[in-house]
């Protein structure tokens, strides 16, 4: 009955679609849209099957890849790691070898050294006494009973 | 020739899921092809979403449970990745259909017998219509698809797909009619 149904429908539906068209040029459209290259529908299966594996291959790659985020945190942890105990390594060697020079040094060139970086201001006094009792000449004020 | 749930329980629990895989696929190809096809789909684009649809029900056949018919289960897929396709390509596909110049210059200048130029034009007034009343004319019409199955396969009531229907028909006439 339902089948039945369906079928009057369908036949209606038909008709309301004839009349506005012909029924080749309705069918001529399917022909049309049905047209495929040769062979196409036997060499279809074994192009889905052919991709379907070439993807289970990539699937293992993408397993592996899974794992990656764990495989770069330790490897970032295994860098930081290494990098901060030979960073502390460095810093050791670099601290002996500071105390190792100071004490090698001997006293002679310690000396020169100090020498040659001291900042030297060689000073005229007697020039620096003469200008020092120009100004005091200069800026000299007689008090009141002072004749001479 | 086995029956569609003895090839899907095969998939499921065999080792071989290629031979009964291949069943399935050589037994639904071509109406699941036409759909797609039918939606204004050219071969080329056909061809990668009919592959790619059929990677998809590899994929999803070990959970499928059977609650609805196979068939009806692969055109649902079908249909979303084609309209999934259509979105995606929604202004190149734009480009393509508000064309009319040329269709309509092709017709005037066209030699051919009245029944090919009312093909031509039919064709257009299909083309012209949007997704859902396009699918749904075509299963309707090309397939006699019942409302019921056209509702499962479009995840949409009885007379949603009716409404579409009529819709679609209103529409290719007052198109056929304004040329």
């Known amino acids: 009955m339902e089948q039945e149904d369906i079928n009057i429908e369908l036949i209606s539906d038909k008709a309301i679609m004839e009349a506005l068209v012909s029924k080749e040029a309705l069918s001529s459209m399917d022909a049309k849209l049905q047209q495929v290259p040769p062979n196409y529908f036997d060499e279809f299966p074994t192009a889905v099957l052919e991709k379907i594996r ?66 030297f ?28 | ?80 990745e084609t309209l999934n396709f259509i979105q995606k390509n929604k202004r190149l596909n734009a480009k393509i259909i508000g064309n009319n110049n040329d269709w309509e ?9 009245k029944t090919s130029q009312i093909t031509i034009l039919l064709e257009r007034a299909v083309l012209q219509l949007p997704e859902k009343q396009r699918i749904v004319f075509m299963l309707r019409y090309f397939e006699a698809y019942s409302y019921e199955k056209i509702g499962e396969i479009m995840e949409t009531t009885v007379g949603g797909a009716k409404a579409n229907f009529h819709q679609a028909v209103k529409k290719i006439e007052s198109f056929i009619k304004s040329v």
């Open chain 2, 105 to 113: 210059s092709d017709l005037a200048a066209s030699d051919q017998p």
């Open chain 2, 1 to 80: 020739m086995q029956g569609d749930q003895e090839l899907i329980i095969q998939f499921q629990q065999s080792e071989n899921k290629e031979a009964p895989f291949t069943a399935l696929l050589k037994k639904y190809q071509k109406r699941v092809y036409y759909q797609i096809k039918r939606m204004g789909i050219d071969h080329a684009d056909a061809d990668d979403i009919a592959q790619q649809l059929w990677i998809k029900v590899w994929h999803k056949l070990d959970s499928f449970k059977m609650e609805s018919e196979f068939g009806t289960w692969v055109f649902r897929i079908a249909y979303n």
């Open chain 1, 121 to 148: 201001v060689e000073v005229d006094w007697q020039s620096e006494i003469d200008k020092a009792s120009t100004d005091l000449e200069l800026n000299y004020i007689p008090f009141n009973n002072d004749t001479n």
């Open chain 1, 54 to 119: 070439s993807e289970k291959n990539k699937t293992k790659i993408i397993h592996f890849a899974a794992f990656r985020k764990i495989a770069i945190a330790a490897a970032v942890l295994l860098i930081t790691a290494t990098g901060y105990l030979f960073s502390d390594k460095i810093l050791q060697n670099k601290n002996e070898i500071v105390i190792v020079a100071i004490e090698e040094i001997p006293n002679e060139e310690i000396q020169k050294y100090i020498e040659s970086n001291e900042v």
